[in-house]
């Protein structure tokens, strides 16, 4: 259970415990409002049973009683916790659904919303900006889904925040795309819940119509180069750590092994100030993890799509890096934990927003087999890759 720096297994244990009491408290007393309390943490505990047990059937029909129960009471939060669920579970459409009827009980539903319609000569502003700026996993997973919106308009804006607006606008050229700080208009706009509930509601079309962020390809060969310059081993991007404390992920001694045992050259991935967990992850060996100071996500994403562009697999955890290796079609294995909070699913070992990665979930194993497994998987991807070079 590797905290972001250190790795401390007490400070992630006494900070979670606090962290997800707080949560569990508040989440109560939000989503079963009106309820008796008993009630509501008997229909929390067996929510809880059902995912301990990955009753997903059960599941599915619980989460469809709570949907049920959020429209009754015109509750969005519950409404989108349901739709989280469903998303998480397969069902896409319903899960839309519940995203979309959220939203407009928090915001209203606006005259000028686009569900699909013909736009005709209307312009479309298409606005993908999240309330923390820190968080781009959503954005991300969306962008593609802009791309195919702005097809649909004669003009389309689209707003991101402002380290994403390079990459977004190499990828979907005929759209305008602005910083999150520009004040836009449109005829039409479109939000993330419109996007999903247009284009997001078949997981196999889905998947099928993914285009892939579009990184520097100047900037991308400038970075192969330099990594194939150090090694002629393959090049693997590692994300391994979080600052939440409500994820579970390997301890640096079983990411130590993952990195010996493993015939590749990683480049770390991860950001922050993360020296520290470098000499614990490296164990002596330095040429085996490459860390890069020339890119920090936290300023400039368009450097690192690049970097993540240029390596021939990703190996990560939930986090930017993950939605990030996704969204460009670089190999990623992502390595999910047991919690129920994410928009990954829980059957199948593949995720219609990423068709070219492979998603490995926990399962109540120690991490330590988890990573064996996402070493077997990892050797079966770079095999595949250097049977048939990627034209580099």
């Known amino acids: 259970m590797t905290s972001f720096y250190h790795g401390s297994y007490i400070r992630y244990l006494i900070g979670g415990l606090g962290l997800q009491l707080r949560r569990y408290t508040k989440a109560v007393r939000r989503l079963y409002t009106g309820a008796k309390p008993r009630s509501a943490l008997e229909q929390q505990a067996k929510v809880e049973a059902l995912i301990a047990r990955r009753d997903w059937t059960g599941l599915e029909a619980s989460t469809d009683e709570r949907a049920i129960m959020a429209d009754r009471a015109r509750d969005p939060e519950l409404m989108q916790k349901a739709g989280q669920a469903f998303e998480r579970l397969g069902n896409f459409a319903r899960a839309a659904e519940l995203r979309l009827s959220a939203r407009r009980l928090r915001k209203g539903k606006g005259a000028n919303e686009w569900t699909g319609e013909d736009l005709g000569s209307d312009t479309l502003l298409i606005d993908l900006v999240e309330d923390d700026p820190r968080s781009l996993g959503r954005v991300i997973r969306h962008a593609r889904l802009a791309g195919a919106a702005a097809a649909c308009a004669q003009s389309a804006t689209i ?12 990828t979907f050229p005929n759209a305008t795309v602005v910083p999150a700080q520009q004040n836009v208009v449109g005829d039409r706009f479109a939000t993330f819940e419109n996007l999903a509930w247009v284009f997001g509601r078949d997981a196999e079309r889905l998947a099928a119509d993914f285009v892939p962020l579009r990184a520097d390809p100047e900037l991308v060969e400038t970075f192969r180069k330099r990594y194939r310059s150090l090694t002629d081993l393959p090049l693997v991007g590692l994300s391994w750590g979080s600052k939440s404390h409500s994820k579970d992920v390997p301890d640096f001694p079983e990411w130590a092994r993952f990195i010996a045992q493993t015939a590749a050259t990683f480049v770390s991935l991860q950001y922050g100030q993360i020296k520290p967990a470098l000499r614990r992850l490296r164990n002596g060996n330095d040429a085996r993890l490459i860390f890069d100071d020339s890119v920090d996500q936290m300023v400039d994403m368009d450097r ?8 021939d697999a990703v190996v990560t955890i939930s986090n930017t890096a993950a939605h990030l290796a996704g969204a460009l079609g670089v190999p990623t294995v992502f390595l999910i934990d047991d919690n129920f909070q994410t928009a990954w699913p829980v059957t199948g070992d593949r995720t219609p927003w990423y068709p070219k990665g492979i998603v490995i979930r926990k399962q109540g194993r120690p991490w330590s087999l988890v990573l064996d497994e996402a070493g077997r998987r990892l050797s079966s991807i770079l095999t595949t890759l250097s049977d048939a070079p990627r034209g580099r």
Do not use: I
């Open 159 to 170: 707003r991101v925040e402002l380290r994403l607006v390079s990459l977004v606008q190499r």
């Open 304 to 311: 690192f799509a690049a970097q993540v562009a240029a390596l």
